[in-house]
Protein backbone atom coordinates (compact mmCIF):
# COMPACT_ATOMS: atom_id res chain seq x y z
CA UNK A 1 0.00 0.00 0.00
CA UNK A 2 0.99 3.62 -0.48
CA UNK A 3 0.92 5.37 2.66
CA UNK A 4 -0.52 9.11 1.61
CA UNK A 5 -0.48 12.62 3.37
CA UNK A 6 -2.48 15.35 1.94
CA UNK A 7 -1.88 19.07 2.99
CA UNK A 8 -4.63 21.79 2.09
CA UNK A 9 -7.29 18.98 2.44
CA UNK A 10 -10.06 21.42 3.60
CA UNK A 11 -10.10 22.64 -0.45
CA UNK A 12 -12.30 21.20 -3.28
CA UNK A 13 -8.92 19.38 -4.48
CA UNK A 14 -8.02 18.01 -0.82
CA UNK A 15 -11.91 16.44 -0.71
CA UNK A 16 -11.64 15.01 -4.80
CA UNK A 17 -8.52 13.73 -3.90
CA UNK A 18 -9.54 12.28 -0.76
CA UNK A 19 -13.05 11.00 -2.58
CA UNK A 20 -10.65 8.90 -5.17
CA UNK A 21 -8.31 7.41 -2.67
CA UNK A 22 -10.13 6.21 -0.69
CA UNK A 23 -11.00 3.75 -3.60
CA UNK A 24 -7.88 3.39 -4.82
CA UNK A 25 -6.89 -0.51 -4.24
CA UNK A 26 -3.23 0.63 -3.77
CA UNK A 27 -3.54 3.66 -1.60
CA UNK A 28 -4.11 4.21 2.43
CA UNK A 29 -4.68 7.94 3.92
CA UNK A 30 -2.31 8.56 6.81
CA UNK A 31 -3.31 12.22 7.23
CA UNK A 32 -4.92 14.85 5.99
CA UNK A 33 -4.08 18.40 7.08
CA UNK A 34 -5.89 21.11 7.98
CA UNK A 35 -5.02 23.51 10.60
CA UNK A 36 -8.47 25.09 10.63
CA UNK A 37 -10.41 21.96 10.77
CA UNK A 38 -8.59 19.72 12.95
CA UNK A 39 -10.17 17.15 15.06
CA UNK A 40 -13.45 17.51 12.92
CA UNK A 41 -14.31 14.72 10.59
CA UNK A 42 -13.73 14.48 6.80
CA UNK A 43 -17.00 14.40 6.06
CA UNK A 44 -18.17 17.41 7.96
CA UNK A 45 -16.75 19.00 5.11
CA UNK A 46 -16.81 17.05 2.88
CA UNK A 47 -20.35 16.51 3.04
CA UNK A 48 -20.54 13.73 -0.39
CA UNK A 49 -18.14 11.34 1.82
CA UNK A 50 -20.84 10.74 4.64
CA UNK A 51 -20.36 6.86 4.90
CA UNK A 52 -17.48 6.58 3.46
CA UNK A 53 -15.08 7.44 5.94
CA UNK A 54 -14.16 8.33 9.71
CA UNK A 55 -11.06 9.80 8.80
CA UNK A 56 -10.48 13.33 10.58
CA UNK A 57 -8.55 16.04 9.62
CA UNK A 58 -5.06 16.65 11.22
CA UNK A 59 -2.91 19.05 12.36
CA UNK A 60 0.15 17.35 12.94
CA UNK A 61 2.09 16.51 9.87
CA UNK A 62 4.00 12.89 10.31
CA UNK A 63 6.08 13.11 7.07
CA UNK A 64 8.02 9.90 8.26
CA UNK A 65 4.83 7.65 7.71
CA UNK A 66 4.33 8.34 4.38
CA UNK A 67 5.81 7.44 1.00
CA UNK A 68 4.02 10.25 -0.62
CA UNK A 69 2.57 13.86 0.19
CA UNK A 70 0.14 16.17 -2.02
CA UNK A 71 0.39 20.15 -1.76
CA UNK A 72 -3.40 21.13 -2.29
CA UNK A 73 -2.33 24.68 -1.22
CA UNK A 74 -3.09 27.89 -3.23
CA UNK A 75 -0.36 29.19 -5.67
CA UNK A 76 2.41 30.34 -4.04
CA UNK A 77 2.28 28.23 -0.82
CA UNK A 78 3.63 25.04 -1.58
CA UNK A 79 7.77 26.92 -1.87
CA UNK A 80 7.02 28.91 0.89
CA UNK A 81 5.97 25.53 2.72
CA UNK A 82 9.24 23.10 1.66
CA UNK A 83 11.25 26.76 3.07
CA UNK A 84 9.58 26.15 6.62
CA UNK A 85 9.46 22.39 7.06
CA UNK A 86 12.03 19.45 6.36
CA UNK A 87 10.13 16.82 4.66
CA UNK A 88 12.17 13.27 4.58
CA UNK A 89 14.08 13.21 1.21
CA UNK A 90 12.44 9.40 0.59
CA UNK A 91 8.77 10.82 0.32
CA UNK A 92 7.46 11.78 -3.13
CA UNK A 93 6.04 15.10 -3.77
CA UNK A 94 3.18 15.73 -5.91
CA UNK A 95 1.99 19.50 -6.15
CA UNK A 96 -0.95 20.40 -7.44
CA UNK A 97 -0.38 24.73 -7.55
CA UNK A 98 1.90 26.05 -10.03
CA UNK A 99 5.30 27.04 -7.81
CA UNK A 100 7.07 24.09 -9.55
CA UNK A 101 5.64 23.93 -13.13
CA UNK A 102 8.66 26.22 -15.04
CA UNK A 103 11.87 24.49 -15.37
CA UNK A 104 14.63 25.88 -13.31
CA UNK A 105 16.24 26.18 -10.22
CA UNK A 106 13.95 22.76 -8.70
CA UNK A 107 14.07 19.00 -10.08
CA UNK A 108 10.13 19.07 -10.57
CA UNK A 109 8.98 16.79 -13.11
CA UNK A 110 6.04 18.55 -15.41
CA UNK A 111 3.30 16.01 -14.63
CA UNK A 112 1.41 15.64 -17.92
CA UNK A 113 1.60 12.26 -19.07
CA UNK A 114 0.69 12.57 -22.83
CA UNK A 115 4.40 14.07 -22.95
CA UNK A 116 6.42 12.91 -19.79
CA UNK A 117 5.54 9.48 -19.13
CA UNK A 118 9.12 8.28 -18.60
CA UNK A 119 10.48 11.00 -16.86
CA UNK A 120 7.14 10.77 -14.51
CA UNK A 121 8.24 7.26 -13.84
CA UNK A 122 11.44 8.13 -12.36
CA UNK A 123 10.23 11.87 -10.45
CA UNK A 124 10.38 12.25 -6.85
CA UNK A 125 8.76 15.26 -7.43
CA UNK A 126 6.07 16.09 -9.86
CA UNK A 127 4.37 19.43 -11.00
CA UNK A 128 1.01 18.84 -11.87
CA UNK A 129 -0.39 20.86 -14.34
CA UNK A 130 -2.73 23.53 -14.24
CA UNK A 131 -6.48 22.67 -15.34
CA UNK A 132 -6.92 25.18 -18.78
CA UNK A 133 -3.57 24.11 -18.97
CA UNK A 134 -4.26 20.16 -19.28
CA UNK A 135 -7.04 21.34 -21.55
CA UNK A 136 -5.16 23.43 -23.98
CA UNK A 137 -1.76 21.58 -24.08
CA UNK A 138 -3.32 18.48 -25.13
CA UNK A 139 -5.33 20.26 -27.65
CA UNK A 140 -2.54 21.33 -29.31
CA UNK A 141 0.42 18.72 -28.68
CA UNK A 142 -0.35 16.83 -31.51
CA UNK A 143 -0.31 19.89 -34.16
CA UNK A 144 3.16 20.78 -32.45
CA UNK A 145 4.09 17.49 -33.56
CA UNK A 146 3.29 18.10 -36.59
CA UNK A 147 4.89 21.40 -36.44
CA UNK A 148 1.81 23.58 -37.81
CA UNK A 149 2.12 26.44 -34.72
CA UNK A 150 3.74 29.12 -36.89
CA UNK A 151 0.82 31.62 -36.52
CA UNK A 152 -1.04 32.89 -33.85
CA UNK A 153 -3.87 30.20 -32.25
CA UNK A 154 -7.02 31.69 -31.02
CA UNK A 155 -8.47 29.64 -27.61
CA UNK A 156 -11.57 29.91 -25.87
CA UNK A 157 -11.88 28.20 -23.18
CA UNK A 158 -14.98 28.11 -20.54
CA UNK A 159 -14.49 26.96 -17.00
CA UNK A 160 -17.02 25.83 -13.58
CA UNK A 161 -16.80 27.50 -10.80
CA UNK A 162 -15.03 25.18 -8.76
CA UNK A 163 -12.18 25.70 -10.95
CA UNK A 164 -11.79 29.11 -8.61
CA UNK A 165 -11.80 27.41 -5.03
CA UNK A 166 -14.30 26.91 -2.38
CA UNK A 167 -13.66 30.20 -0.73
CA UNK A 168 -16.90 31.98 -1.85
CA UNK A 169 -16.03 35.24 -3.77
CA UNK A 170 -18.17 37.64 -6.03
CA UNK A 171 -17.87 35.57 -9.03
CA UNK A 172 -18.22 32.56 -7.38
CA UNK A 173 -21.36 32.59 -5.22
CA UNK A 174 -24.92 30.97 -6.96
CA UNK A 175 -27.17 34.35 -7.38
CA UNK A 176 -23.97 35.59 -9.55
CA UNK A 177 -22.48 32.74 -11.24
CA UNK A 178 -26.18 31.05 -11.97
CA UNK A 179 -26.98 32.57 -15.75
CA UNK A 180 -24.23 34.54 -16.22
CA UNK A 181 -20.87 34.37 -18.40
CA UNK A 182 -18.13 36.37 -18.15
CA UNK A 183 -14.57 36.81 -19.13
CA UNK A 184 -11.71 36.94 -17.15
CA UNK A 185 -7.82 37.72 -17.87
CA UNK A 186 -7.71 37.58 -21.51
CA UNK A 187 -4.27 37.09 -22.87
CA UNK A 188 -2.54 37.14 -19.48
CA UNK A 189 -4.02 33.66 -17.45
CA UNK A 190 -1.02 32.26 -15.52
CA UNK A 191 -1.20 28.91 -17.51
CA UNK A 192 -0.31 30.57 -21.02
CA UNK A 193 3.64 29.95 -18.98
CA UNK A 194 3.39 26.22 -18.83
CA UNK A 195 1.22 25.68 -22.45
CA UNK A 196 4.29 27.63 -23.88
CA UNK A 197 6.67 25.85 -22.67
CA UNK A 198 5.16 22.17 -23.21
CA UNK A 199 4.49 23.34 -27.17
CA UNK A 200 7.65 24.63 -27.00
CA UNK A 201 9.32 20.87 -25.74
CA UNK A 202 7.18 19.07 -28.11
CA UNK A 203 7.99 21.26 -31.73
CA UNK A 204 11.34 22.44 -30.72
CA UNK A 205 10.63 26.37 -30.92
CA UNK A 206 7.17 28.61 -30.44
CA UNK A 207 7.45 31.67 -32.57
CA UNK A 208 3.85 32.59 -32.09
CA UNK A 209 0.94 33.74 -29.58
CA UNK A 210 -1.68 31.51 -28.07
CA UNK A 211 -4.72 33.81 -27.63
CA UNK A 212 -6.45 32.32 -24.77
CA UNK A 213 -9.70 34.13 -23.89
CA UNK A 214 -10.60 32.34 -20.40
CA UNK A 215 -14.52 32.61 -19.72
CA UNK A 216 -16.31 31.82 -15.57
CA UNK A 217 -19.12 29.14 -16.90
CA UNK A 218 -22.32 28.90 -15.04
CA UNK A 219 -21.64 25.20 -14.41
CA UNK A 220 -19.84 23.76 -11.56
CA UNK A 221 -17.09 21.60 -12.96
CA UNK A 222 -15.60 20.88 -16.28
CA UNK A 223 -13.73 22.96 -18.85
CA UNK A 224 -14.90 23.22 -22.74
CA UNK A 225 -12.15 24.07 -24.89
CA UNK A 226 -12.13 25.36 -28.60
CA UNK A 227 -8.73 26.48 -30.45
CA UNK A 228 -8.07 27.43 -34.33
CA UNK A 229 -5.37 26.69 -35.66
CA UNK A 230 -4.22 28.41 -39.46
CA UNK A 231 -2.52 25.94 -41.71
CA UNK A 232 -2.82 24.49 -45.17
CA UNK A 233 -2.06 20.91 -43.98
CA UNK A 234 -4.45 18.35 -45.57
CA UNK A 235 -7.43 17.71 -42.75
CA UNK A 236 -6.79 13.86 -43.44
CA UNK A 237 -3.34 14.17 -41.82
CA UNK A 238 -4.05 16.19 -39.28
CA UNK A 239 -6.64 14.14 -37.81
CA UNK A 240 -4.47 10.55 -38.51
CA UNK A 241 -1.98 12.75 -36.47
CA UNK A 242 -3.87 13.45 -33.35
CA UNK A 243 -5.15 9.67 -33.43
CA UNK A 244 -1.47 8.42 -33.86
CA UNK A 245 -0.30 10.92 -31.20
CA UNK A 246 -3.17 9.68 -28.51
CA UNK A 247 -3.19 6.10 -29.58
CA UNK A 248 -1.33 4.61 -26.32
CA UNK A 249 -2.49 7.49 -24.11
CA UNK A 250 -4.48 6.18 -20.56
CA UNK A 251 -7.38 8.87 -20.57
CA UNK A 252 -6.79 11.45 -23.52
CA UNK A 253 -8.76 10.26 -26.25
CA UNK A 254 -9.69 11.03 -30.19
CA UNK A 255 -13.43 11.34 -31.13
CA UNK A 256 -14.01 11.18 -34.46
CA UNK A 257 -17.46 12.70 -33.32
CA UNK A 258 -18.00 16.17 -31.83
CA UNK A 259 -18.03 16.25 -28.16
CA UNK A 260 -19.58 17.31 -25.24
CA UNK A 261 -19.02 18.35 -21.91
CA UNK A 262 -20.79 15.63 -20.16
CA UNK A 263 -18.92 13.06 -21.39
CA UNK A 264 -15.89 13.93 -19.19
CA UNK A 265 -17.44 15.76 -16.04
CA UNK A 266 -16.74 12.93 -13.04
CA UNK A 267 -14.16 11.28 -14.85
CA UNK A 268 -10.51 11.73 -15.86
CA UNK A 269 -10.59 11.26 -19.17
CA UNK A 270 -9.61 13.81 -22.02
CA UNK A 271 -11.84 13.87 -25.19
CA UNK A 272 -10.40 15.71 -28.77
CA UNK A 273 -12.04 16.29 -31.90
CA UNK A 274 -10.72 18.31 -35.12
CA UNK A 275 -13.13 19.95 -37.84
CA UNK A 276 -11.19 20.65 -40.67
CA UNK A 277 -11.83 23.64 -42.52
CA UNK A 278 -9.89 25.04 -45.69
CA UNK A 279 -6.79 27.13 -43.91
CA UNK A 280 -8.15 26.31 -40.85
CA UNK A 281 -8.52 23.68 -38.13
CA UNK A 282 -10.86 23.59 -35.26
CA UNK A 283 -9.65 21.43 -32.48
CA UNK A 284 -12.55 20.97 -29.55
CA UNK A 285 -11.39 19.37 -26.62
CA UNK A 286 -13.03 18.69 -22.72
CA UNK A 287 -11.65 17.77 -19.23
CA UNK A 288 -12.78 17.40 -15.86
CA UNK A 289 -11.08 21.00 -14.27
CA UNK A 290 -10.95 18.63 -10.61
CA UNK A 291 -10.15 15.35 -11.87
CA UNK A 292 -7.87 15.16 -15.48
CA UNK A 293 -7.49 19.15 -14.40
CA UNK A 294 -6.07 18.07 -10.86
CA UNK A 295 -6.53 15.25 -8.80
CA UNK A 296 -7.11 12.85 -11.01
CA UNK A 297 -4.27 13.99 -12.83
CA UNK A 298 -2.31 13.90 -9.91
CA UNK A 299 -3.15 10.16 -8.17
CA UNK A 300 -2.36 9.22 -12.55
CA UNK A 301 0.97 10.93 -11.69
CA UNK A 302 1.20 9.08 -8.34
CA UNK A 303 0.17 5.41 -10.10
CA UNK A 304 3.44 6.50 -12.37
CA UNK A 305 6.00 7.24 -9.43
CA UNK A 306 4.93 4.00 -7.74
CA UNK A 307 4.67 1.73 -10.86
CA UNK A 308 1.33 0.81 -10.53
CA UNK A 309 -1.40 0.27 -13.32
CA UNK A 310 -1.47 4.38 -14.70
CA UNK A 311 -5.69 3.50 -14.48
CA UNK A 312 -5.87 2.33 -10.79
CA UNK A 313 -8.31 4.17 -8.85
CA UNK A 314 -9.09 5.99 -11.95
CA UNK A 315 -12.05 3.69 -14.15
CA UNK A 316 -14.64 6.67 -13.64
CA UNK A 317 -17.52 6.85 -15.75
CA UNK A 318 -19.01 10.26 -17.08
CA UNK A 319 -22.64 10.54 -15.91
CA UNK A 320 -24.40 11.91 -18.87
CA UNK A 321 -27.66 12.58 -17.40
Known amino acids: MIRIGILGAAGYTGGELIRLLLNHPEAEIVFANSESNAGNLVSDVHEGLIGDTLLRFSSDMPFEQVDVVFFCFGHGKSEQF ?89 TTHFSWRMGNLSIYKAFTHQHLAEICQSLRQVQGYLDTDIDF ?92 MFGLDETSGLRLKASAF
Open 82 to 170: LKEHTIPRHVKIIDLAQDFRIKGGHDYVYGLPEINREAICQAQHVANPGCFATAIQLALLPAANLNLLKEPVAVNAITGSTGAGQKPSA
Open 213 to 304: IPYRGDFARGIFCTSVIRTKAPATDIIEAYKDFYATAAFTHYSDQPIDLKQVVNTNKALVHVDAFEGKVLVTSAIDNLLKGAVGQAVQNMNL
